[in-house]
């Protein structure tokens, strides 16, 4: 298994969820491998919550006894803990975790909405919301702020810089341009700087014929 390398983002998380979720439920919510989970959660040394052992004990205590023989599922049989119902007693309701808490280096590490970073790809991204899938959470800057004048980025294209230079977050400087396209582009560097240059100068000049026409 090809070993998971851990952002600060998934690090928080994972001490934010394994408290009170199983290793399976948080490998589906942070889309990470099982064996991965497993293996961060007994090195950072995390414990289950008293209210999710106290839960899995119950649960086990429901489940009918067999004798020790093997139990195959036949057509038609009902579940054991079908329409079964358990709220924790005590002073659970005041221990608990309210919707939305965040602690230990869950907290430490939140950034709130609005704050900007820079990206292992040198891209500025500014973070838009804090719902999952964690990396929906940040968007780069540069397409926030063509977008904020254009609608919504097409399926199939991209925002790229003029100039080429990604610090230069203006709007006169992105282009709208697809997949397909930026893929070519790309391919030419391949060339040399002369081929390359060449075919950028005749996009600007095709852009510019364009927009007089247009006018």
């Known amino acids: ?55 899995r004990a119950r649960q086990r205590s429901l489940k009918p006894e067999h004798g020790g023989q093997a139990h195959r599922f036949t057509p038609g049989l009902v579940p054991w803990n079908k329409g079964t119902h358990w709220t924790a007693g005590g002073r659970s309701a005041e221990t608990r975790f309210k919707p939305g808490h965040l602690g230990g280096n869950a907290a430490q590490l939140y950034q709130p909405i609005g704050a900007e970073r820079i990206n292992k790809d040198g891209y500025r991204e500014r973070k ?26 097409p ?14 977050i203006t709007l006169d400087n992105l282009e709208l341009v697809s997949r397909a396209e930026l893929m070519r582009r790309n391919t030419l560097h391949r060339y040399g700087k002369e081929i390359a240059g060449a075919y950028q100068l005749k996009g600007a000049l095709t852009r510019q014929i364009n927009r007089r026409n247009a006018a």
């Open 155 to 168: 399926k199939g294209h991209a925002i790229v810089f003029m100039d080429g230079d990604k610090t230069h």
């Open 1 to 55: 298994m090809k070993r998971h390398s851990w952002t600060p983002i998934e690090d928080a998380g994972m001490c934010d969820l394994y408290p009170s979720h199983s290793a399976a439920e948080i490998a589906v919510i942070l889309g990470i491998p099982l064996k991965s989970i497993q293996s961060r959660a007994s090195k950072r040394g995390l414990k289950k919550s008293r209210e999710w052992i106290a839960e």
């Open 128 to 153: 838009i919301n804090d719902d999952l899938p964690m990396q929906r959470r940040w968007r780069g800057l540069h397409i926030v702020l063509w977008e904020a004048e254009n609608g919504p980025l």
